[in-house]
C-alpha cells in the first residue's frame, strides 16, 4: 500500500493483526490492506491431492463468503445442504478440526446464483462477526459463545436488493461498519408501507449497539440503487476516511460520525440497471472504481486541490463481479465472464497495461484475486485454479489445478504461509 498515509496505516495493522514476529492475519474477505493482498512468504505455487495439503474439513454446504482467519481460528459461514438453515463454523488453524458450530438462522428465500451467506464474516483478536443476506447480526467470542445478536432487516425493512444481501462488514478503528445500499420499494416481501433509505451505520463491536447511522442519498432507480460492495477505509495526508460505492456515486464518510466528507457521481447517464457489485480498492493514492455490467473500470483522484476526477478509465475486458486487487504498486483487474475471460495488469496512476492474459475455464470466475509472494490466486466457479506469476512484463501461469466441488465463488484466503480455498464442500488449507 503506497497512498498518503498509507505506511502508518500498514503498520498499524501489522501491529494488530500479525503473530508476534512472523505471520500476517487475514482478517475481512479483502485481507489485512483491504485490496486483496497480503506481505506473507514462502506460499506455496502448486500442490496436489497429497503435496502441500496441510489439511481438509468437511462443511455443511455451499456459500460465496471467503473464510477469515484470526489469532488462530478460521471462521467460515455456511448454509445447510437441503435444508433452509445457516451456520457460523469456527476450525483450528492448525489442524482443521472443527471447533465450534452455531445455527445463527433460518430462511427459505433464495435468489439467483446467491443464497443467505455470502456476507464473509470479519475477526478481530477476540471475536468475531457475522452477518447473512436476511439482515441477521450476530457476535461471537473465540469459544463460540454469543456477544449480542441483532437483525438489520427487522430493524430497518427489506433489505430490497435484486439478487440477494451480499455486502461484508467492516471492522476498522474499533468500530463495525454495516451497509445497507438498497433499492427503495422492495421486490418481494417484506413489503413496506414507505419508500426505504440507504444508509451506512457504525455499531460498537463490544455490545452492538448502533454509534450513527448516515443516509445515503441518491438520484439512481430501481435496480440502479442497489450495491453489493463492502465499504473500505481510505488514509490520506494522516486523515481516514470511509468509502462506499453504488447507486451511482463514490461518498466518502467521516469514520467516527458518518458525516459526508465528500461524493463523485461517476455515473450521470441514468439507467435502470447500474448496480455495482465490486468494491472499491485504493492505493498510489487513488480510489479503483467499477462501473456496471463491464462498462469499464477508473482511476478516481479524490478532491484535494481541487475536485474529484477520473484519470483514466479502461472499458476493455472490465469485470462485473470481481473486486479489482492492489498489489506491490500494481492494479490486477479480472473480467471473469465476457471476453475469454482475462486479468489486465495496469499501472494504477497512467492506466498503462503492463500485460493482460486469458485464465479460460468453463465457468465464471465470480471470485476476486488475491496476492502475496510475488502471486496471484484466482478461482473459477466451476473449479479451475489458477496461479500466475505477480508483476513483471508478461501474463505467466505457474500453477493450474481443479476441484471438482462446485459451486466455487469464495476468493482464496491467505494467512500465515498457507492459502485457504473454500469449495461448495471443504475447506482446504495449502501450505507446509
Keep these: ?122 475477526a478481530d483478536a477476540e471475536n468475531v462477526f457475522f452477518l447473512y443476506g436476511n439482515g441477521q447480526l450476530v457476535g461471537f467470542d473465540f469459544a463460540g459463545n454469543t456477544l449480542w445478536a441483532r437483525n438489520i432487516e427487522t430493524e430497518y425493512g427489506n433489505l430490497a436488493l435484486m439478487f440477494g444481501y451480499s455486502c461484508s462488514p467492516l471492522l476498522y478503528d474499533g468500530k463495525l461498519y454495516i451497509t445497507v445500499i438498497r433499492r427503495d420499494r422492495p421486490y418481494r416481501a417484506p413489503r413496506a408501507d414507505s419508500p426505504l433509505d440507504s444508509f451506512i451505520m457504525a455499531l460498537d463491536p463490544k455490545t452492538g449497539r448502533t454509534i450513527w447511522k448516515q443516509q445515503r442519498k441518491t438520484n439512481a432507480f430501481d435496480e440502479g440503487m442497489e450495491t453489493y460492495s ?129 485464465l479460460g475455464g468453463r465457468g465464471p470466475w465470480r471470485a476476486s484475486l488475491t496476492a502475496s509472494d510475488g502471486k496471484l490466486y484466482c478461482i473459477c466457479e466451476t473449479g479451475e485454479i489458477v496461479v500466475l506469476r505477480a508483476g513483471g512484463d508478461k501474463f505467466e501461469i505457474l500453477f493450474e489445478a481443479k476441484k471438482d466441488e462446485t459451486p466455487i465463488r469464495s476468493s482464496i484466503s491467505i494467512a500465515n504461509g498457507r492459502l485457504f480455498i473454500r469449495t461448495a464442500e471443504n475447506l482446504y488449507c495449502v501450505g507446509k
Design 230 to 358: 463492502t465499504p473500505v477505509p481510505f488514509v490520506r495526508e494522516g486523515k481516514a476516511e470511509l468509502l462506499t460505492t453504488g447507486a451511482d456515486f463514490i461518498i466518502a464518510h467521516h469514520p467516527a460520525t458518518g458525516a459526508e466528507l465528500w461524493r463523485f457521481e461517476y455515473w450521470t447517464r441514468k439507467v435502470r440497471d447500474s448496480r455495482i457489485i465490486p468494491s472499491l480498492v485504493t492505493g498510489s493514492g487513488l480510489i479503483f472504481g467499477t462501473w456496471h455490467k463491464h462498462k469499464g473500470v477508473f482511476a478516481l483522484q479524490p478532491p484535494g486541490n481541487g475536485p474529484a476526477k477520473i484519470l483514466w478509465d479502461f472499458d476493455h475486458a472490465a469485470p462485473d463481479c470481481s473486486t479489482p486487487l492492489f498489489y506491490q504498486g500494481r492494479l490486477y483487474v479480472l473480467d471473469g465472464m465476457t471476453r475469454g475471460k482475462v486479468v489486465t495488469c495496469f499501472d494504477p496512476k497512467t492506466g498503462r497495461q503492463f500485460w493482460q492474459g486469458i
Design 1 to 122: 500500500m503506497r497512498d498518503s498515509g498509507g505506511a502508518a496505516l500498514v503498520i498499524a495493522l501489522i501491529l494488530v493483526m500479525a503473530a508476534p514476529g512472523l505471520a500476517t492475519d487475514w482478517p475481512q474477505w479483502r485481507g489485512p490492506f483491504f485490496n486483496g493482498s497480503t506481505d506473507e512468504k514462502d506460499l506455496p505455487a502448486s500442490w496436489s491431492q497429497t503435496q502441500n495439503v496441510a489439511w481438509v474439513s468437511p462443511l455443511p454446504g455451499p456459500s460465496g463468503a471467503t473464510a477469515v482467519i484470526s489469532n488462530g481460528r478460521v471462521f467460515v459461514t455456511s448454509m445447510v445442504k437441503d435444508d433452509h438453515d445457516f451456520v457460523a463454523l469456527c476450525f483450528d488453524e492448525k489442524t482443521g478440526n472443527q471447533l465450534w458450530r452455531k445455527t445463527v438462522g433460518t430462511d427459505s428465500r433464495r435468489y439467483p446464483r446467491n443464497h443467505m451467506v455470502s456476507p464473509s464474516p470479519v
